[in-house]
């Protein structure tokens, strides 16, 4: 059974800063390729960041730029660093595989307001 456990989020304004974490308890993390969703208020959960297993990195659009998705394989982590905030970011983050998903964790909510 994996488990997920992300942090990091909390309310900051427009412009600034927020890092993420997740722990990803189980097996053999080096080899899945994890991603960071989004749930924000009213629409479906989306992936925003992605960090395959051989080391490339993909982002929507939005997020291009601004946030930075990285992995330590030794400690099973997997971070999101996301700079130049805007209210758009506002949602619930989680972290989980990009394909057979794991069970969600709880996530971490980012709001960004003025």
């Known amino acids: 059974q994996v488990q997920l456990v992300e942090s990091g989020g909390g309310l900051v304004q427009p412009g600034e800063s927020l890092t993420l974490s997740c722990v990803v308890a189980?097996?053999?993390?080096?080899?899945?390729?994890m991603a960071w969703y989004r749930q924000s208020p009213g629409k479906q959960r989306e992936v925003v960041a992605k960090s395959f297993s051989g080391g490339a990195t993909d982002y929507i659009d939005s997020v291009k730029g601004r946030f930075i998705i990285s992995r330590d394989n030794e400690r099973n982590m997997v971070f999101l660093q996301m700079n130049r905030l805007k209210p758009e970011d506002t949602g619930v983050y989680y972290c989980n595989r990009l394909a057979n998903l794991f069970d969600w964790g709880q996530g971490t909510q980012v709001t960004v307001s003025s």
């Open positions: 189980g097996r053999f993390f080096s080899l899945q390729s």
